[in-house]
């Protein structure tokens, strides 16, 4: 049972001429039947030949060329014309006629170069075509040879519908594919900027305090032990980024982060030498979800902006658990001076705006009126991670 259900997997995976033999195959070999000699496509009512070589021949160019009518179909188009043009001429009227509108189906859908020419050149011959027919003793008149035109035209016109619509779908996958790795650059680089800023600027600012530590050792030592903390933290969330982004991840894309990990951000950044006062109102739910991360990236981007731009400054945190949402808010007041760390982006709070702003909640940060700034985010909770 499990062979079988492996055919049509194998079947897709032959090459697209072995797919296209058993029709070329079927339409030659019912042709050359006694059955079924002189019942194929006749234009007019000109007597039926018997078949000789040179009617093997027109039926084999007629019907054989379908193996190739996807790979090389000007090849195919020209090889069943010029069968079908014998056929006709001399009057075997084969079933392999049943080739030509195939063929034109085929070489409309997949014919890439010169198709206004193929299609000017193929309306100029049925001219002659029709004219030797007429000479030879067939009975169509004109309007018979322009329905039969007309027939052929339509094979075509559909081949060429099939064609556009497979390159507007192709085109819309490539759009997709282009947005979702546009997405997926952005997540990326969103993720990187929250994992990598805030640990680098707590190095940064500890190890500037270091600079003024060296007449009193147990500070120095400390200050010195909070950065190989904070390196270690960060080389610990850039594994699990790395890991994230390896192909072969099994797991889910972001952690969420869990209280203990919203109280070791706020006691790093205070060991950078930040004053931070820390409430946290209700219960965070059970099974974490994007808006437990993305309040987790507001107050670390907030904490981050504080230590670049009003070290040692007053920083309050307020997160609030509700039952449908989550309030974050992170202000300074403005006493402090500019630390010695790199100068940001502003890529951090678009980011969050972004995500929040997707989530359905609200987001603010502005200076306050009597100095310092404030981070405001409502941020709707039960959203899926």
Avoid at 290 to 297: C, K, T, W, Y
Avoid at 332 to 349: F, Q
Wanted: overall charge positive; hydrophobic content about 45%.
């Amino acid at each position: 049972m499990t062979d079988l259900r492996r055919i049509p997997e194998l079947w897709r995976r032959c090459d697209v001429t072995v797919r296209d033999l058993p029709l070329a195959l079927l339409l030659t070999v019912m042709s050359l039947l006694p059955a079924l000699q002189g019942d194929g496509t006749r234009i007019g009512e000109a007597p039926a030949r018997t078949y000789d070589a040179l009617a093997v021949a027109a039926v084999a160019l007629q019907g054989m060329p379908l193996a190739v009518r996807r790979r090389w179909p000007a090849v195919c188009l020209l090889l069943v014309v010029l069968g079908f043009a014998v056929d006709q001429l001399r009057g075997y009227h084969a079933y392999a006629g049943a080739a030509l509108p195939v063929a034109l189906l085929s070489a409309g859908a997949h014919l890439e170069r010169r198709r206004r020419l193929t299609a000017i050149g193929l309306s100029a011959a049925y001219v002659p075509l029709a004219v030797a027919l007429d000479r030879l003793g067939s009975t169509a008149g004109v309007a018979e040879y322009v329905m039969f035109y007309v027939t052929l035209a339509g094979a075509w016109g559909i081949g060429s519908w099939l064609r556009s619509t497979r390159l507007a779908e192709a085109e819309r996958r490539r759009r997709v594919a282009e947005a979702t790795r546009a997405a997926e650059r952005a997540r990326i680089a969103r993720d990187l900027h929250d994992v990598v800023t805030h640990h680098v600027t707590a190095m940064v600012v500890q190890a500037e305090a270091a600079r003024y530590l060296t007449a009193a050792p147990d500070r120095l030592d400390a200050t010195l032990s909070a950065v190989t903390d904070t390196g270690r933290r960060a080389i610990t969330d850039l594994r699990h980024l790395l890991d994230v982004l390896n192909p072969d991840h099994q797991g889910t894309g972001d952690r969420t982060p869990t209280t203990g990990d919203l109280h070791a951000l706020v006691e790093q950044t205070r060991r950078a030498g930040q004053p931070v006062e820390f409430t946290m109102e209700g219960t965070p739910a059970q099974v974490g979800g994007s808006a437990e991360l993305v309040a987790f990236r507001v107050v670390q981007e907030a904490l981050t902006n504080a230590l670049k731009y009003a070290h040692g400054s007053r920083t309050a945190v307020g997160v609030r658990h509700g039952e449908k949402e989550i309030t974050v808010e992170v202000s300074t007041d403005g006493t402090g001076s500019r630390a010695a760390s790199p100068g940001g982006s502003g890529r951090g709070l678009a980011g969050l705006r972004e995500r929040i702003d997707a989530l359905g909640g609200d987001f603010t940060a502005a200076p306050r009126p009597d100095g310092g700034f404030v981070v405001r985010a409502r941020i709707p909770a039960g959203s899926p991670s």
